[in-house]
């Protein structure tokens, strides 16, 4: 499986989005190219009718043969490949033909070379695909700057940093792609039924489509807020510290597994015109301050619960840090993920995370 946080999205020297071919048709790509059929297994009064008939209008799903489209059968890798792949390659204008043998060999073939699979990361297409599965392959089918955030999702009650695809998943919440449930559940280890898919889907081409959802309530616990209301930082019983400058605002959090640190910068100044520059800013101050550093990561472009984010790693004397940094609206936020290192230190940065997790990004 994916790492639940980190899915390289491009090397530091680009920017943020996704470079196209010159012959990409973005958007406007997902128009009506097939005629709907009708499904014997499909009622005009089915609540996915209208889904079902948009997907396969789009040429983004077909049926299963013989009149049915199968809406309530499970949904295997190997459709949800195909799937992420048709959005893919209408979006960039990418050269994909359907086929193979086995029918799902060139989107396999596609999804590795364009970076939507990762070699190795499933041994059976077949297998039905679960929830966090579809999701991670959705999620890279578009650039980020075409799944803008329409939604202050402050936590999604089952899934953390150790969810499969969590980065994902937070990134189609964010951007109204993914509902979950009524109670705001996402169930990333169920499985999903193609009539599921196809709505899902349509969220994911059109935008029209996208779900506005109320899920900004902080998690239950100790919530430390920013006064310039960068972020929320829900956490435990360890010691905080916040400190504020004309433009800057700080807070430390410790405990028994290390420090979480984070820092919110108001966009506008000189230093930090883009994210790579606050990062690389914050990158030679530390440097500057070390007299030098040696990378343990090298910085990279990355997802944070589903925002794009400047991700490296350093170690000084016997503590790690790992640090991301993200842009946020009108501001830039650091955060610095701190243990010492040797034994349990791996299981130390894993907690950390898990804290990490619960921050809250305002829009």
Not at 209 to 220: F, I, K
Request: negative net charge.
């Amino acid at each position: 499986m994916r790492h639940p946080l980190i899915r390289t999205l491009g090397p530091l020297a680009l920017t943020l989005a996704l470079a196209l071919p010159a012959a990409a048709a973005g958007m406007s790509a997902f128009v009506p190219k097939a005629e709907y059929p009708g499904f014997s297994d499909v009622s005009e009064t089915a609540w996915y009718a209208a889904d079902v008939e948009k997907a396969v209008e789009l040429g983004l799903m077909k049926g299963k043969g013989n009149g049915t489209f199968d809406p309530e059968g499970t949904l295997t890798v190997a459709e949800a490949v195909t799937m992420a792949v048709q959005v893919h390659a209408a979006y960039t204008g990418g050269n994909f033909a359907a086929g193979g043998d086995p029918w799902y060999e060139n989107a396999v073939d596609y999804a590795l070379e364009n970076g939507l699979l990762l070699r190795g990361e499933y041994s059976d297409y077949t297998a039905p695909a679960t929830r966090a599965d579809m999701a991670g392959l959705f999620a890279y089918a578009l650039p980020p700057e075409e799944l803008p955030r329409i939604n202050r999702v402050a936590g999604i009650p089952d899934v953390d940093a150790a969810t499969p695809c969590a980065s994902a998943i937070y990134l189609l919440y964010n951007a109204g792609v993914l509902a979950g449930t009524d109670s705001g559940m996402f169930q990333p280890e169920d499985t999903i039924n193609r009539a599921s898919a196809a709505a899902i889907l349509n969220r994911l081409a059109l935008p029209e489509s996208r779900v506005d959802l109320e899920m900004d309530a902080p998690a239950a616990g100790n919530t430390v807020e920013s006064p310039d209301g960068a972020f929320r930082l829900t956490v435990g019983a360890g010691e905080q510290l916040g400190a504020a400058a004309e433009g800057v605002y700080e807070v430390t959090y410790s405990d028994e597994n290390g420090t979480l640190g984070l820092l919110s910068q108001a966009k506008g100044e000189e230093s930090a015109a883009t994210l790579e520059d606050f990062a690389v800013s914050r990158l030679a101050a530390r440097r500057d301050a070390l007299g030098g550093l040696e990378l343990l990561e090298q910085p990279d472009v990355v997802l944070f619960r589903g925002l794009p984010a400047v991700f490296y790693r350093y170690q000084a004397e016997e503590t790690v840090y790992t640090v991301f940094c993200v842009e946020n609206s009108g501001f830039y936020v650091e955060l610095t993920l701190s243990h010492a290192a040797g034994t349990g230190a791996d299981a130390a940065y894993a907690r950390l995370l898990e804290t990490a997790y619960t921050l809250d990004l305002a829009l």
